[in-house]
């Protein structure tokens, strides 16, 4: 049986670490840094990573909203959209992800553009 996406990308632990370099990575780009001033990085970054494991395979429950809930009124842009991708695909390159695991990540956050942008 094949591996799924969160066993390849090395599990909790390693998927932990690549969201909270993400989060960092968001916290200080320009396009990004006004939304995440004044909010709970810690926070965040819990349910970021119960998110990303829960929805590639690992055994994680998501205790946050629902994604399309989550981002409600925040108007997001597509540059948004995209610095957020860019910094998420350069976590994955800082933990030595390989290839076809980036792309299927990208895959994965591309499927979910209509949840969070402004529509």
Do not use: W
Request: aromatic fraction near 6%; include cysteine; proline fraction near 3%.
């Amino acid at each position: 049986m094949a591996e799924t996406l969160y066993q390849r990308l090395g599990g909790a632990e390693r998927i932990a670490a690549i969201i909270d370099d993400a989060l960092d990575r968001h916290a200080v780009n320009p396009v990004l840094a006004p939304r995440f001033r004044d909010k709970d990085l810690p926070r965040l970054k819990q349910l970021g990573t119960q998110f990303f494991c829960a929805g590639i395979g690992g055994p994680q429950q998501y205790e946050g909203r629902e994604l399309r809930t989550a981002h409600a009124g925040m108007n997001i842009n597509e540059q948004e959209l995209l610095a957020t991708m860019d910094d998420i695909v350069a976590a994955l390159n800082g933990q030595a992800v390989g290839a076809t695991e980036v792309s299927e990540v990208v895959a994965i956050l591309y499927s979910l553009k209509g949840e969070v942008l402004r529509v």
